[in-house]
């Protein structure tokens, strides 16, 4: 949980907020500035109705809102865009396949682009959710082909993109074989039925069964 929150919460407060006024305020015409009228600018929904359908309130809105605007002035951000962004976080390691997992986990209407609606959905979720959404939401990152199921290649494909993602700093340092360790170990404790795929209520019962996986849920809930 902690590479799918961190780096992506934690850049909101770190940032230097843009000059971009907040949406919904009276100068919500000039939320695309002199800066971005070459660019296709997204104009996000109001406020109150972002403010009903998360688990922020409009303060805590705002800020993710700079954030967002101060790394993607257009509004929209594409795959290319967000895994350089997401990249900055890993510079001794390959982010890019990770980030192309992550990317597609935000853009969950599968539009190619992700508005500041699905990042706030999506944090909303990883931030605040309860512990069966978190689940749920983590559950369909893994489902790389979103079938329903976690396969062991997908499975697989996952956790090579996080030791790519690590890099040289990857403890302790990896062998031949520690893929497929990791891959066995997750399935022999998920896949209850030994049939072979990972269902999501298999998943979820198998997480909560786990003190670490469950305390690893509550790191980032006060990180906004």
């Given at each position: 949980?902690?590479?799918?929150?961190?780096?992506?919460?934690?850049?909101?407060?770190?940032?230097?907020?843009?000059?971009?006024?907040?949406?919904?305020?009276?100068?919500?015409?000039?939320?695309?500035?002199?800066?971005?009228?070459?660019?296709?600018?997204?104009?996000?929904?109001?406020?109150?109705?972002?403010?009903?359908?998360?688990?922020?309130?409009?303060?805590?809105?705002?800020?993710?809102?700079?954030?967002?605007?101060?790394?993607?002035?257009?509004?929209?951000?594409?795959?290319?865009?967000?895994?350089q962004i997401y990249s900055q976080f890993f510079p001794h390691g390959d982010a890019s396949t990770y980030a192309h997992y992550l990317f597609n986990a935000f853009d969950s209407s599968q539009s190619g682009s992700i508005k500041f609606e699905d990042f706030v959905t999506a944090l909303s979720i990883?931030?605040?959710?309860?512990?069966?959404?978190?689940?749920?939401?983590?559950?369909?990152l893994y489902d790389i082909n979103k079938d329903g199921y976690i396969n062991k290649e997908e499975m697989t494909d996952i956790v090579k993109a996080i030791y790519d993602m690590m890099g040289r700093f990857t403890y302790p340092a990896l062998k031949t074989d520690t893929t497929k360790q990791h891959v066995d170990a997750f399935f022999q404790k998920m896949d209850k039925n030994r049939d072979g795929v990972v269902t999501l209520d298999e998943f979820i019962l198998s997480c909560q069964e786990d003190e670490n996986i469950m305390r690893s849920l509550q790191l980032f809930e006060n990180v906004i």
């Open positions: 949980m902690g590479a799918v929150v961190g780096t992506l919460s934690l850049q909101t407060r770190q940032r230097r907020p843009s000059r971009a006024t907040m949406f919904g305020s009276s100068n919500n015409d000039r939320v695309c500035d002199d800066l971005e009228l070459s660019v296709v600018c997204h104009r996000p929904e109001a406020l109150d109705l972002l403010e009903a359908q998360s688990n922020f309130n409009r303060k805590e809105l705002q800020v993710l809102y700079r954030g967002f605007k101060n790394e993607c002035p257009s509004g929209v951000v594409n795959e290319e865009t967000f895994k990883l931030l605040r959710g309860t512990t069966t959404e978190k689940l749920q939401w983590t559950f369909n």
